[in-house]
């Protein structure tokens, strides 16, 4: 599978049905996976001939489940204690946490439970937004980032994913179809096959594709 193809600004969405190798994708995007065969090519580099952690340190995720860590907000923020305080404010600011951070008695030296369980779900993601907005890599994956939050929450994820990330290649594996449908390219995946790539108004326009068929059973047309 090669990814040379993506330019930066490039939202792609990833779509199909379950156990189709979405999540599976973003597993091989980190190596998490290593693939028996093909490669992913991403700015004309193979990523199998490149170390770990240089691979990683390039590419942010938005998990569907987010990762928390006992603690405190500060240090799951910016675990290695790089950044400033203006720095961690601001991007609480743009993830829509800075006025329930600051009214907190401790403020970003509030203690985080483990798994963040003293957080509702809504906030652990912003978080995790949060922790994304700071990394500044030029690649996002929202894997399912907001599958599993409420609607207002993840209005206000996508509106700061535009925002902040307008200059940053997106790859977004979709649950609701609504999030990916302004994207610049749509990915539909069939048991672990790229069955169409294109953009999803062409997609839309074929009554054969599968993503014609996915957007009719999620009642988008």
């Known amino acids: 599978m090669q990814f040379s193809n993506f330019n930066f600004n490039n939202k792609v969405g990833i779509v199909g049905r379950t156990g189709a190798g979405k999540s599976t994708l973003t597993l091989a995007l980190f190596r998490l996976l290593e693939s028996s065969s093909g490669k992913i090519v991403i700015d004309d580099i193979d990523i199998s001939l490149i170390g770990l952690h240089e691979l990683r340190s390039k590419l942010s995720i938005i998990p569907q489940d987010p990762v928390l860590f006992s603690g405190t907000i500060r240090s799951n923020l910016d675990p290695f204690d790089i950044q400033s305080d203006e720095q961690l ?32 779900v809504g906030q652990r993601q912003l978080i995790c937004l949060a922790r994304a907005l700071l990394r500044k890599t030029k690649i996002l994956i929202l894997d399912e980032a907001t599958a599993a939050i409420d609607l207002e929450t993840d209005s206000l994820i996508q509106q700061t994913i535009r925002k902040e990330f307008a200059d ?54």
Not at 111 to 120: H, K, T, Y
Not at 184 to 189: A, M
Request: overall charge positive; some cysteine.
């Open 89 to 120: 404010w601001r991007a609480l600011e743009h993830s829509h946490l800075k006025q329930y951070v600051s009214g907190l008695e401790s403020g970003l030296d509030y203690p985080v439970a483990e798994n963040g369980e003293n957080l509702s």
């Open 168 to 221: 940053c290649t997106i790859l977004t594996i979709a649950h609701r179809l609504n999030t990916i449908i302004d994207s610049n390219r749509v990915l539909v995946l069939d048991k672990g096959r790229v069955v169409e790539y294109d953009s999803p108004r062409k997609l839309l326009a074929d009554r054969r594709s599968r993503f014609f068929a996915l957007a009719k059973d999620a009642g988008l047309i």
